[in-house]
């Protein structure tokens, strides 16, 4: 059973920056993408940014284009994932939560990912 740990979150005023980290665990196959999304109140979970475990181009909602970066860190594990977010606005306010699927297509759909981190709080004030 993969287990997905997210760290980071928390406030932050607009235009500011905040990193969030995942990483995953138990992972038996060796092809996957890491993906994040993010629910506000009221609202339906959201597809924000996904990758692939070898590199390769990722994939962005047009709401973080430009201003949030997914990546792995240098000389560790591929399985670790970053989500860097900069230029932060009040909209982007909501939990954050990483995902894992197996296989190398990048979906942006949450039913598409089995696995799920326990989701990061990130609050923008105005």
């Known amino acids: 059973q993969v287990q997905l740990v997210e760290s980071g979150g928390g406030l932050v005023q607009a235009g500011g920056s905040l990193r969030l980290s995942c990483a995953a665990s138990r992972r038996t196959f060796s092809t996957y993408v890491m993906a994040w999304f993010r629910q506000a109140p009221g609202k339906e979970r959201e597809f924000v940014a996904s990758?692939?475990?070898?590199?390769?181009?990722?994939?962005?909602a047009d709401s973080v284009k430009n201003r949030f970066t997914i990546s792995t860190p240098i000389a560790s594990a591929n399985d670790t994932v970053y989500l860097q977010m900069n230029s932060l606005k009040p909209d982007d306010t909501a939990v954050y939560y990483c995902?894992?699927?197996?296989?190398?297509?990048?979906?942006?759909?949450?039913?598409?990912?089995?696995?799920w981190g326990q989701g990061s709080q990130v609050t923008v004030s105005s």
């Open positions: 995902a894992l699927r197996e296989g190398i297509v990048l979906k942006n759909a949450p039913d598409e990912y089995p696995w």
């Open positions: 990758r692939r475990h070898n590199g390769g181009r990722p994939l962005y």
